[in-house]
């Protein structure tokens, strides 16, 4: 079983930034992934960045974020974190941490519980 906890999220204005957090415990030797997406009501969660947790740490993101946003992590805490910047109000969504898991049984995916994100003047 892996944990996750995210915090971060808030109220910011169009052209604000905010950085969230997610930190991973329990079964963490065999994460293979972590990321961030987003869902706003009446819609589908959609991927907004994902890395890699091996050597590396190749990194995929969402056209519509491209160039605002960036994710990073903290290997050695077991961290990710997605610094948002240049926010819009288009960006308003909740955002969940994703862990991609596997070992040589089986792979699970792991969410968090979700931070509200809100861009609005």
């Known amino acids: 079983q892996v944990q996750l906890v995210e915090s971060g999220g808030g109220l910011v204005q169009p052209g604000g930034s905010l950085r969230l957090s997610c930190a991973a415990s329990?079964?963490?030797?065999?994460?293979?992934?972590m990321g961030w997406y987003r869902q706003v009501p009446g819609k589908q969660r959609e991927l907004v960045a994902t890395?890699?947790?091996?050597?590396?740490?190749?990194?995929n993101y969402a056209d519509s974020v491209k160039g605002r946003f960036t994710i990073s992590r903290d290997t050695a805490r077991s961290t990710v974190y997605l610094q948002m910047n240049s926010l819009e109000p288009e960006d308003t969504a909740v955002y969940f941490c994703?862990?991609?898991?596997?070992?040589?049984?089986?792979?699970?995916?792991?969410w968090g519980q979700g931070t509200q994100v809100t861009v609005s003047s």
């Open positions: 994703h862990v991609g898991w596997s070992d040589r049984y089986r792979s699970r995916d792991y």
């Open positions: 329990g079964s963490i030797f065999n994460i293979n992934s």
């Open positions: 890395i890699t947790i091996g050597s590396g740490g190749s990194t």
